[in-house]
């Protein structure tokens, strides 16, 4: 299995490349899918993962289907994703993440934010969402932006989040 990238690794302090749209269905891109899918399942805590934490630095990320409480059976994917809207309304957060590992903190994010993405197939979509999902999506985007919860986080202490789980 690919290894999460730690705080430190150059490559998660860059602005990721955006992937060119006849790419999108290309062998690379696909099995960067797949790894990202695989680290995505077989690491109890995760919810989402951004390319750079693999080593890539593409716009890319993956929210695993396990955060669903329904029956999603597949991970949404997310390719050069931008936030198109956000709620004025913030709130101070706890977060971790899978490359800063066992430190949390509470960041600042908006309640509601919506993005616009292209899915595996070439589909351009949109997707709104408030609450953990609007924080995910903010998380994995300043991934993208070379940016870690730690830049912004406040209250930084070594215990798990309140719901378990690790963005």
Same mark, same amino acid.
């Given at each position: 299995m690919i290894e999460v990238l730690q705080k430190g690794h150059k490559v998660l302090e860059q602005q990721a490349e955006k992937i060119d749209l006849k790419d999108i269905l290309s062998p690379k891109i696909k099995n960067i899918i797949s790894q990202m899918k695989d680290v995505l399942k077989n690491?109890?805590?995760a919810i989402a993962l951004a390319g750079p934490q693999i080593g890539e630095s593409l716009r890319i990320f993956i929210v695993? #289907? #396990? $955060? $669903?409480e329904t029956n999603i059976n597949s991970d949404l994917i997310f390719i050069n994703p931008e936030i198109i809207k956000t709620s004025?309304? #913030?709130?101070w957060l706890e977060e971790g993440c899978l490359s800063v590992r066992d430190v949390y903190g509470e960041v600042e994010r908006c309640r509601k934010a919506t993005v616009s993405a292209i899915d595996e197939h070439g589909k351009k979509f949109t997707f709104g969402a408030s609450g953990l999902m609007a924080q995910v999506f903010q998380h994995e985007i300043d991934h993208l932006e070379g940016i870690l919860f730690t830049s912004k986080a406040k209250n930084i202490h070594g215990e798990k989040t309140s719901n378990g789980k690790t963005i």
């Open positions: 690491t109890d805590d695993s #289907k #396990k $955060f $669903f004025k309304e #913030k709130q």
